[in-house]
């Protein structure tokens, strides 16, 4: 084989942001990792770099998490020697439920209301997000409704980031 044929072509340099024709690729901080491992430099701004969220949002998510492990701790327990899978699994639950609650702490600048969005999609994200704390903490430390709960947890995670701003109307 020939040297030719050994070394590839690094790819070409993708256009800025306000350059390039598609509105929702940039070159983030991630792009120069990218590049150095041989992928494109242009990275989808919603996919590796998403909008941050506002610093209530954050503080909520966090107030919610050492509730809610307090809640587990003092309810159920942590029997992290004689459960660890089920210790994992109640972490990942806990975690998953309090960013799904902390999703509906509103924005700065819109007051206090809660941010339900379209309400009977908001109470299904709700209930959800309610709901796998408590499987964990009525079940303790059974690992088959443990594993349950984590997925309670992300389905009410997901409905929360997917769910439209208002309802449409039928």
């Known amino acids: 084989m020939s040297e030719q044929h050994l070394h590839r072509e690094a790819p070409p340099e993708v256009a800025a942001p306000h350059e390039s024709a598609t509105p929702n690729v940039a070159q983030g901080a991630t792009s120069g990792a990218l590049a150095s491992l041989g992928h494109p430099t242009a990275v989808i701004d919603d996919v590796i770099a998403p909008a941050r969220w506002p610093r209530r949002r954050r503080v909520a998510a966090v107030v919610l998490l050492a509730g809610l492990v307090v809640l587990v701790g003092a309810t159920a327990g942590w029997p992290l020697s004689e459960a660890p899978l089920w210790t994992v699994l109640t972490a990942g639950t806990v975690v998953i439920s309090s960013l799904a609650l902390a999703l509906f ?20 994200g709700l209930a959800v997000a309610v709901a796998a704390p408590w499987l964990i903490i009525e079940t303790a430390p059974q690992v088959e409704r443990a594993a349950l709960a984590l997925v309670i947890a992300g389905a009410g995670l997901a409905r929360k980031l997917t769910e439209p701003a208002v309802c449409e109307r039928p």
């Open 105 to 124: 702490v509103p924005r700065s600048g819109g007051g206090w209301r809660p941010d339900l969005g379209c309400a009977p999609c908001a109470v299904a």
